[in-house]
């Protein structure tokens, strides 16, 4: 089900600087699978176009706060063995105003057209604009927006040698598990919800400032 | 370890309108112990507490917050039903409010060592103009604290003198009588000026 050999990854990494000074990182992840054999490509046409297609939308609607640093893209362990590709630099959030704590984030739903947890997903992003909230949720001005620019994940990527990179949902535990060391188990992302109410995102949050 | 008696649980309750309706009910339970003097009724040390304590802490809370109540019982009888004192305060900061699960956390700290021995409480809601970024605004931070500390300072009532406590459910039996209640006196409090989380306030899932 859903086992795949030709698998990349490709993480977002930016900081904010909390109220306190602490740098927090903030990372968003993202899996492509290859239906073919990928022919060898270079990473910075395959970087131009998740930026231009996929981040970019989405990195307008973040607080001004947010600060981009790089891609760290990289083929699991799996398929070729060796460390992740740092390459090029991530733009800024876009939104100005105040935001809210860094816990705070816009929660977007993953679904394919399997069944189960394992091939279910979750993303969250923030920093989040005071602009685009009223109390719990987002405004349906924001909820409107957000919807577009998630619309992009579910698009298949181009790289430079003409491979084509389709948005995939992998389980860890499946892949984990599966007997043959060399493949991955992911199957297509079909569907990503923005949901109106707010998310959390713990880790992210400053550590604790006292009185 | 520190067995207490005459304790009596105050249980601040309010509501809070969701954004897509409905309302989720808010609570805060402190416990004071009876230092010294004659043990009074529950509902009168809950009236003092209202009056004198709970009055300056509700007044930083957002104006979405609407008192309900007052339960109070002494948890040393594990039959003793708990009285209801109405509520006369709300919220009263105004304009927007953050999330339901972002809250104004304060540390509890006791003489005795231990995790047993120590507590927490989560005030909610917050309006966004009490805060800036990830921490509340160093006014809003004043005024809490000032709120914060008199809320944990003693209940003089008739001669009778209630301490704030800790009290460990935990190490404590409060199902059936006789009851045994673990715990020890707060020493100080300390105010986190980092915005906390109180998950179990949030509101559900919307699409």
Not at chain 1, 37 to 47: D, E, G, R, V
Not at chain 1, 178 to 189: E, F, R, S, T, W
Not at chain 2, 192 to 199: F, P, S, V, W
Request: contains cysteine; proline residues 6%.
């Amino acid at each position: 089900m859903g086992s795949r050999l030709y698998t990349l990854g490709i993480v977002t990494q930016g900081v904010v600087t909390s109220s306190g000074g602490q740098i927090r990182p903030v990372r968003n992840s993202f899996v492509y699978y290859s239906a073919t054999p990928p022919t060898p490509f270079p990473w910075i046409p395959f970087q131009l176009a998740f930026e231009s297609v996929v981040w970019s939308p989405i990195v307008a609607l973040l607080h001004s706060d947010y600060t981009g640093i790089a891609y760290n893209a990289y083929y699991p362990a799996r398929f070729t063995p060796g460390t992740g590709h740092l390459v090029g630099s991530a733009p800024s959030g876009g939104v100005m105003g105040d935001r809210l704590p860094l816990s705070v984030a816009i929660t977007v739903r993953l679904n394919s057209d399997f069944r189960g947890k394992n091939f279910q997903g979750l993303k969250s992003f923030g920093p989040v604009a005071e602009t685009h909230t009223i109390d719990d949720e987002l405004t349906p001005l924001a909820h409107a927006q957000w919807t577009t620019a998630i619309g992009n994940m579910l698009v298949p990527l181009l790289d430079g040698a003409g491979n084509t990179w389709h948005p995939a949902i992998e389980s860890r535990v499946l892949t984990a598990l599966d007997p043959n060391p060399l493949a991955a188990d992911c199957v297509d992302m079909t569907y990503a919800t923005v949901r109106f109410r707010l998310g959390l995102k713990r880790h992210r949050r400053e550590r604790t400032v006292t009185f | 370890m520190p067995v207490l008696t005459n304790v009596i649980e105050i249980v601040a309750e309010g509501t809070v309108p969701f954004t897509t309706g409905g309302a989720k009910v808010i609570q805060n339970v402190f416990h004071y112990q009876l230092q010294s003097g004659t043990p009074q009724t529950a509902v009168d040390v809950a009236q003092q507490f209202r009056d004198n304590k709970w009055v300056t802490l509700v007044a930083q809370l957002h104006e979405s917050y609407t008192g309900v109540g007052f339960n109070a019982r002494y948890i040393d009888d594990a039959l003793e039903n708990y009285t209801f004192l109405a509520s006369t305060g709300d919220g009263l900061i105004t304009g927007d409010r953050l999330p339901m699960d972002m809250a104004v956390a304060c540390v509890l700290r006791c003489a005795a060592r231990g995790k047993n021995f120590r507590g927490s409480k989560h005030f909610t809601p917050l309006a966004e103009s009490d805060t800036l970024k990830d921490e509340l605004t160093s006014a809003a931070a004043i005024s809490w604290n000032t709120a914060i500390q008199n809320l944990f300072t003693t209940i003089n009532l008739s001669g009778a003198v209630y301490i704030p406590v800790v009290v460990s459910k935990t190490l404590s039996q409060l199902r059936t009588n006789p009851c045994t209640v673990i715990g020890s006196p707060i020493t100080s409090v300390l105010l986190n000026k980092t915005i906390g989380t109180m998950r179990r306030r949030r509101q559900r899932t919307s699409r």
